[in-house]
């Protein structure tokens, strides 16, 4: 089985098993889950994470008291790969928890690689030994820069850096209105203005 020796928060939580942190509150609330208070609030451990993720995965196909009885038979077969949920469909667990200890993975290695240093970016979470910060480098993935485009910006970065940066961003969202580059100290070097594919000619047809 898969093992996290850690608890998660919410936003963790909902940034490991892909769900919406207002999901991850909502079967709290309705005891889908059973979170425990750990460190002055909710937490969650490695057998929410999974509930949770076939809770909502399977959600469309099963009701609410057919996924319990999927959940009370993945308690009394832990170690099963696959579980029957009814006569027509099997939910391969072991995919699920395949794919939780991956992002659990990635999430972990990211915080080895993230600080935050008093004077340095305002108290912006930045990548050790660097001035780079984490939620820009998330953002620029999140907006279609690849990898290898990143890299060539940010050469003292590794690929597992860039690529675990989106994961940690979710897991730590900001708060308040997000920062100016001007605020964080950087400035843009350059700008590229994008032709649109069709223009309008005066009659307002697409030429």
């Known amino acids: 089985m898969m093992v996290i020796a850690r608890a998660y928060t919410p936003t963790e939580a909902a940034a490991l098993s892909e769900i919406a942190v207002k999901s991850v509150h909502n079967a709290i ?4 889950i059973a979170q425990f208070v750990g460190g002055g609030g909710r937490a969650l451990n490695d057998d929410d ?28 077969n832990p170690d099963a790969d696959t579980v029957r949920a ?15 200890a991956a992002r659990a993975e990635a999430l972990r290695q990211a915080e080895q690689a993230i600080e935050i240093v008093k ?11 660097t001035r780079i910060p984490v939620r820009m480098i998330a953002a620029m993935k999140s907006q279609g820069a690849s990898t290898s485009e990143i890299l060539e910006g940010y050469p003292s970065l590794s690929p597992g850096m860039v690529d675990s940066s989106e994961i940690w961003a979710a897991a730590h969202p900001a708060r308040g209105r997000p920062r100016k580059l001007s605020e964080l100290g950087l400035k843009a070097t350059s700008s590229k203005r994008l032709r649109l594919g069709t223009t309008s000619n005066s009659s307002g047809s697409a030429s």
Do not use: H
């Open 86 to 100: 009814d006569d027509y469909l099997i939910v391969d667990v072991a995919r699920a928890r395949e794919q939780l």
């Open 119 to 129: 004077g340095v970016m305002g108290g912006e979470p930045v990548y050790k030994g």
């Open 29 to 32: 609330d309705k005891r889908i």
């Open 49 to 76: 994470l999974l509930r949770l993720k076939l809770w909502y995965g399977v959600g469309s196909i099963l009701s609410a008291e057919r996924r319990k009885q999927l959940f009370d038979s993945i308690e009394q």
